[in-house]
């Protein structure tokens, strides 16, 4: 553990090794480029007949080991780390407490893509962090691996902060790892010389926010958003989209943009939800 205090931290709960493999590398870039530490936590559930106080009756080998492997990788990485156990009632508590708790800028959390159920979104535990959350918030899809090189960023643009909030990100990867980058909108084929001028707008918007990058723009031509967004997603490694602007768990996400490339579309894919002042 750093014995300096980072200005802010990326928060990362760590739960399996596959976690600490697929979130930290995301992690570790976007620390880095914002110059800021990285925060482990492995939350262990107490059961509600046991004090929070009694943790350490239900904690085993296999959580410390986590805890100290996520440690070390980004040690490696000589990115700044505060790492420790939390025990709380439930993972999204646990996680949403350390956040309010602490000067975390983003919460980072991993999902493993699965079709939405009824009252569930990306998941319990997704959606109770994504409502209660004091900051902002990028959600990882887990199922595929990362590329052995990253060379390309695609971001969605829409209006909105939630989209802002892709454009920073997708800036920080690619600045890590010396991507290009593409900005991209969809626009219905019959409105779209009528939108040029917005269109235009909105994107030359969105490369201003970004610094040292290599951004190229493109508009597709698609009356369905998803669609033109998941074809799109195969010929780059990493793709960041904005939740809606009622935010990725207030609107369902069965049918919507978010949800759907974030099931189907190829590489990383991951989405972004920026903590409206007004919800704080």
């Known amino acids: 553990m750093s014995t300096s205090e980072p200005e802010g931290y990326v928060l990362v709960g760590i739960s399996q090794t596959d976690t600490v493999e697929r979130l930290l590398p995301t992690a ?51 990115i700044p780390v505060d790492a420790s156990i939390r025990y709380a009632r ?41 409502r209660k959350t004091p900051c902002d918030v990028l959600v990882k899809r887990l199922t595929s691996s990362r590329p052995e090189k990253i060379s390309s960023v695609l971001v969605a643009v829409a209006p909105g902060g939630h989209n802002e909030l892709a454009v920073d990100l997708g800036g920080s990867i690619a600045r890590c790892h010396d991507a290009d980058m593409t900005l991209a909108h969809v626009v219905d084929p019959e ?30 031509e698609h009356e369905d958003i ?33 949800a759907s490339v974030g099931r189907d579309g190829h590489g990383e894919i991951m989405i972004a939800q920026r903590k409206s002042p007004a919800e704080e």
Not at 91 to 105: L, P
Request: with cysteine; aromatic share 2%; charged share 30%.
């Open 28 to 78: 570790i870039d976007i620390a880095r480029d914002r110059s800021c530490g990285i925060m482990l936590r492995h939350v262990v559930r107490v059961p509600p007949q046991l004090p929070l106080t009694s943790g350490d009756e239900v904690i085993d080998e296999e959580d410390e080991e986590i805890l100290e492997l996520a440690t070390a990788h980004v040690e490696e990485a000589s």
């Open 90 to 130: 439930s993972v999204a508590n646990g996680i949403v407490s350390v956040a309010e708790e602490r000067d975390v800028d983003l919460i980072l959390m991993g999902w493993h893509g699965r079709p939405p159920r009824r009252d569930i979104i990306l998941g319990s535990y997704l959606d109770e962090v994504l």
């Open 191 to 220: 409105t779209a010389k009528t939108t040029h001028d917005e269109v235009t707008t909105l994107l030359d918007t969105a490369g201003a926010r970004l610094d040292a990058v290599e951004v190229s723009t493109q508009v597709f």
């Open 226 to 258: 998803a669609e033109a967004l998941i074809d799109a997603t195969a010929e780059f490694d990493v793709t960041l989209l904005g939740a809606t602007e009622q935010s990725v768990i207030r609107r369902k996400l069965v049918g919507t943009v978010a």
